[in-house]
């Protein structure tokens, strides 16, 4: 059986658009993601089990009987889009033209045009996140900074790379910071569905 197709670059902006509201406002949710980052495997690429049930029938007679575990197939879950997701988008459209960005075609441009339009993107960008979030380092220390983790950790804030072999404590460079999020601050909305339209259409007269 192939495997599927990874999502397109487009996607992958939904999708991580779409998570991280989900994330925020689920814990459940949040515990699965961090389960996953720090490299628990998904139910459905574990192995199945056997189980071993010895039964002696008389002292030189044996039964063995194995009973297979089923295995527990992945369910997919679709998260239906946050409208808080929507508000972001419809801010970096506003601010930025996040979304003009992103769905023009870049290949026929010089990469001076392109970093021209990049650096308006960038600043509209910025605009959005100081104004509607409060945004810290996970970690206070500087990146390149020698660091330890301790047994118990918490893997949802820090992702260990590079060569990972047996149990805390860790010991190793800090390549980033990390972000994490404080405190969000998105205008109240009087109709949710209009958060569906990211950019009204123009008509000039």
């Keep these: 059986m192939s495997s599927p197709q990874p999502p397109s670059f487009l996607s992958r902006i939904a999708i991580a658009i779409g998570s991280f509201f989900a994330i925020l406002g689920n814990a459940p949710l949040a515990a699965q993601v961090a389960r996953l980052r720090a490299g628990e495997p998904l139910a459905a690429d574990a192995p199945p089990k056997e189980v071993r049930v ?3 029938v008389e002292k030189i007679i044996e039964t063995r009987i194995e009973v297979p575990v089923e295995k527990i197939v992945e369910q997919r879950v679709e998260v239906a889009t946050d409208t808080a997701a929507l508000q972001l988008l419809g801010l970096l459209q506003r601010e930025a033209r996040f979304v003009d960005f992103i769905q023009e075609d870049v290949a026929p441009y010089a990469d001076a045009e392109i970093g021209a339009a990049a650096r308006v993107v960038h600043e509209g960008c910025r605009k959005v996140l100081r104004e509607h979030f409060t945004l810290a380092p996970v970690r206070a220390e500087a990146e390149g900074a020698r660091i330890t983790l301790q047994a118990g950790f918490d893997a949802s804030a820090i992702r260990l790379t590079g060569n990972v072999v047996g149990q805390a404590p860790f010991t ?3 390549s980033h910071r990390g972000w994490q999020v404080s405190d969000v601050r998105l205008p109240q909305l009087t109709d949710a569905k ?3 339209i990211i950019a009204q259409a123009e008509v000039e007269l």
């Design 54 to 56: 010895e039964v002696p």
């Design 172 to 174: 190793g460079s800090l």
């Design 194 to 196: 209009a958060a569906a």
